[in-house]
Structure formats: C-alpha cells, structure tokens
C-alpha cells in the first residue's frame, strides 16, 4: 500500500510548477520520494530538476526505483525513455553548477531491467544501448565545458557498445583533460566491434573494476584474442561470456597441437587468476575435450555455465559430472549434446550433483526421445531449486510431453518451462534437429490442442503459477532488438565482403 506521504509527492509533481518552486525549500530526505513519484507520473521536468538539485552524496537509480516502505511497486523495469533522458539531463544540471547545490560524488545508473513491455504511461524504452550512447554523448559535451569548482561526479553505468556507439563512449571514457562526470563500468556488453576495438574499450573501461564482460555475437574472435582479452587484467570479474568460436586456433596458424594446447593452457591460466569468476559462458566454441584443461583451474566454483553446443565428448562430460562445480550450478546449458545416447551415465550423475543447487536447465537439441523420458523424470525429481526448465528442439510426442509435465507439478519452485512443438506435429519422419524452416511447419492446430492438454494437466495439480510456452525463435532479448538493424546490416556487410573475397579468388585462379 503506498504511503500518505507518497500520496501527497504525487499530488505535488501532478503540479510541476508548483513542485519546482517547492524543492528548494523541501527536507532532503523528501527527494527520494519525490524522484519516485515523478519517475511513477513520467513528469520529467521534477525527475530533472530533483536530480539536478540532488542533496545527497550518492545518487542510487536501481535502489529509488525498487520496491519501498512509502511505495511497495518496482519501477526497475521501467526503462522509461522520457524519464531516464531526464535523469541524465539532471545529472548534467548537476554536475555544471557550484556552490552548495553540488552535492552528488556518485550517481548508479545501473539496476535498471530491460523488458518486452513497457509498463509507463509513454510506453517507449530507453535500452541500454541507447542508455549508454546518451551518457556517453552527455559526458562529452560537458568535457567542452568549464569546470565548475569541486570533484567530478563518478557516474556507475553498465555499457552496451558496438561500432556505432563506440567513438563517442572511448571518448568519454577516455577525456582529454577534467571532465565533471566520469564513467565507471562495472558491466561491459560488446557487439559488432572489431578485435582491436574490442581490446582498446576494455582498457579505458577500467579492466580493474569490471565485474560482467559479455563480449557477443559479431565480435571475431579466436583463442588468441581471448588471451590478449584475459591478459589485460580482470581481477574483479566475475561474469563472463564469450562469442561464437572464441577458441578457434588463430587462423595465420600451421596446424600444431602443441601450441594450440599451449594456447589453451595459458587461456585457462588466465581464469585461474581471477578469484571471483563464478559465471562463464562459451556456447558454440568447438571445446571437445579442452573442458578439463579449461575448467581445470578455476578457483572458485561456477554457479552459471553455458556449454551449449559445444561439441562436448565424454570425457568432457565425465569431468563435469565430477568436478567442484557440479555441486554449486545454478545455471546450466547443455545445449545441442545427445545427452541421454551419448554420455547417459555421466550426465544423470551432473544432474544428481547439481540437483540441490540448479535453478535453470536449459536442453534444447539434445535429442531426448519417447525412450528418455523415464530417465528425464528420475534425473529432474531431485531438482527442487528448479525455475526454469527450457528443452525445445527435442524430438518428444505428445504422449511423452504428458508424462513429463505430470513429474514437473512435483517441483515445487518451477516457474517456467519452455516445451517443444510435440513430434506427432510434424510430418511423418521429419528429421531432426531441425532448421528453423522445418521447425516452423508444423500443424499449428493439433499443437494447440496438446498445448491446452498440457496445461490443464498443470490446472489439475494446481499448478497453474507454472508458466509453458515454445518460443520457437529463441525468447525476448532487450539487447538484441535494440541494436537488430545495426546487426543486420553488420551480417551483410560481412556477406559482401566475403563474396567480394570469393569473386577475387576466382579471378586469380582464370
Ligand atoms: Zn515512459
């Protein structure tokens, strides 16, 4: 329930004027509510003017907008443009001016959750690409200004850069002389950015401070710019996620066992260095049998770890199933791995071990059939943690999705399953895994049916808190809807590139 005094802010913010002439004179332990509610009413004038006049030392964005005694709702996952355009607006104001109104030394623009829907009343986002380009923008147009007296404001904000954000962020990372806000990054997202660039943001990010790199999607890299990446020095980090095929061996390489290993040794060195790595992500990087060798000397145990497609083999498996981490995952993707043909034994004993811990399990493509599922139901019983359960992809009947769903009402902490289109769906012997034109002509009303079916054997346990759906495309992911367009035309270039190369070759060889 909100508060009387959360009620009377939202009267005065409803009147802007009114509340500007006010702030002044208002008690300093009135702005926290006075940002929120003008945050909630979306009046951006008040978010300016309460930020630029901000009476406290530290300014923390995630902390105003979450759930408080005055107002229990949650705004973190409101990425209100207008509002966050505002903020930054009254950050500037604040930072430019003198005497005693400059109290902020820290303001934390992180915590702020990107979602599919925007709840506020303008209803358009503010992602955290575009959250890092106004900043970026804002704080190089201060660096034009003259400084004011007192220190500049340190300024926390997770970055998303790519080529087309990138000139203006090394820039403000990196200032030429005094600049009223500086940046500070304990999160670091790179996409569409060549090596080099990639190396250069890392080491005007403050290598030193960085907690989460998740370097994605276009950014080439292979096993020798992953060691250059590690061996500028994250002692903090603990978060890490590595593009596609990041441990290739260099191409200018001759084929050599040896300095490949040598590669990889020193690649694991450099994890082993950091004492406070806890998740680490390597989907789609050809790792058959490195997994000891990689894993091997990490200091502490994983809680998060993203294997998928990684062409694991069993001994890989068997060092999984064994290894310090499996009793602490909370997080695993083993995607893309026939798990229960392959390596059945060693992957029900991970399982086992990881059964107290694990929270999201995701087994998409791993070839789970009709004949797996008793073993399915006996390996995911002991999982109580379980949240998020995601096996699309898995070439299951409708008959078999019944029995499973009916074992998945036992856990008590499932929230999320995401199930595959059943395989009476498809045509008579369609092969799997499958592209996305075979997965996506399927009759769509005989799934519908057994969509209904499995949700109302969830209904019939009372389960209905269970949320079921088959996100064929992959889900919602904020990041990459903001920047698609810049993707896109990323890939097409590369296209082009690549056929101007080939037509070359061609030619030569005439
Ligand atoms: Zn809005």
Redesign the pocket.
Known sequence: MRSLRFIAAGALVSHPQLALQSLDGMAHNLYPLLFKASYLL?RVEVVRAVLGRWPAEEFPLGALLGPSGDHPEDLRDRA????LEACVRGLADHALQGGRHRRLRVADLTGIQDVQV?R?????ALGKWGRTRLLAKTCCALQAEPLGAGRPVQVLADLFVTEGNFEVVAQALRPAGRAPLRVQCPSLRADSLSPRQLLQLLRLAGPGSLRSLAVVHNVRLHAGHVRDLLRVGLPQLASLTLPTKAFDTPPAWAPNPDAEDALLTSIAGELGQMSRLTELGVAFSRLTGKVPKLLGPLRTPLRALDLANCALNHADMAFLADCVHAAHLEVLDLSGHHLADLYPATFFRLLGRAAQTLRVLTLEDCGFTDSHVSMLVLGLSPCHQLRELKFLGNPLSARALRRLFVALCELPELRCVEFPVPRDCYPEGAPYPQDELAMSKFDQQKYDEIAQELRAVLLRADRGDIQVSTPLFGSFDPDIQETSSELGGFLLQAFKTALENFSRALKQAE
């Open positions: 979306e209100c443009r207008a509002c925007q506020c009343p303008c209803g358009r």
